[in-house]
């Protein structure tokens, strides 16, 4: 009786998906055409960055370019279907992964994927609607969590390094690795990713993949201040630029908040007592939901990569002290909870402008570092 159940919400689920494609979601999609368009002019050996572009520009490793080759040699329709349905594949999978690999499960399976999509459901819609990537690089990195909890280290390199290949901000489960003294998985990563980023050579040549990382280097750089007072950018960097305006008080603030959180990640990394099983889980739990705070080009949906830290710290709060019960579901509530249908133009407006996610967000990673401080996780 069960699996029949499952089965139909399986189905009814597909059917939902496949309209909301049809109505809506098919006739998007501009992030996936920047990476429909970076396939096309790899295969032909062209530049891949173009400052006419505009705000479409691509913005990941060149190697990323070849990726979408064969999603570029397909009618668009076809391709925006493929990439869809591989992107809802991805969603599912991250969501069931993050459930399934949790340490000392207390909450019912139900209620924590009833809890990552009321606290993140905007974020994966938006997602979807983009037709971005962030749902593949966080189902990598959960897939690399998942190898390491196994101790299969060098598929756990080859995970985070496939990750990282789809989007830069993934490089840092490197140092990640190493400070958390698992060589081999780092150096399958590392070796992977210096493969990834040479191999486009193959056809630019190596003078031309220099220029083309250059090219990258520059194009993000410069792509970087105007885009830091947009109220959907959710970055600590951001937070500053909003609240005193773009400038040097503004960068140094940023540089010394993100300083403090590397640091406190440092901390929870050295704080791994025996009496916590896997606690990988939450340091890259923790580590996916800081690389969105510190990437200063750190939209808010791309916070859907925190769904393992949205389960972990759902599980845990049976344990917690009623006031971080309290915080935590608050804060949940208020950065997965606010839309712009509910709360109307100027009021999202005026909340997105003051970073309020951004300061939930950096609420919910002291909850996280308490965690780990009381031996919980």
Known sequence: ?????????????????????????????????????????????????????????????????????PLAAVPVTAAKAAWFALSVGALVGLVALSVGELPHRAVPSSLLVGAALLSLGKFYARELLLGQINLLVALLAVIGLALLLRRRDSGAGAAFAAA?????????????????????????CAMLLAAALAAPALVYGTTGNVELLRAWWDTVTSSTPPLLTNPDNVSIAAMYAKWIGPGPAASGMALATSLALVAAFGAVVRLRHPAVAQPEYLEVALLLTLV?????????????????????????LPRLERPLQILTVGCLAGAGLTTFDLMGRAAYGRFMGLSVITCLYAVLVGVLVHLRARRMA
């Not at 062209?46 to 705000?55: I, K, V």
């Not at 990282?164 to 399958?188: E, N, Q, S």
């Not at 969105?292 to 845990?316: C, E, I, K, R």
């Open 1 to 69: 009786m069960r699996r029949a159940v499952l089965l139909v919400v399986v189905a009814l689920a597909g059917c939902l998906a496949a309209a909301a494609f049809v109505l809506r979601i098919g006739g998007s999609m501009p992030d996936f055409e920047v990476y429909r368009t970076a396939g096309a002019r790899a295969a032909a050996g062209e530049p891949l960055y173009r400052a006419t572009d505009g705000h479409y520009q691509f913005k990941y490793f060149p190697a990323t370019a070849f990726v979408f080759v």
């Open 164 to 188: 990282a290949l789809l989007k830069p901000y993934a490089v840092v489960f490197l140092p990640y690795l190493l400070g958390a003294r698992r060589f081999r998985a780092a150096a399958a």
């Open 292 to 316: 969105v705070l510190l990437a200063p080009q750190g939209w808010d949906y791309v916070l859907l990569v925190s769904t393992p830290a949205v389960v972990l710290l759902v599980n845990a």
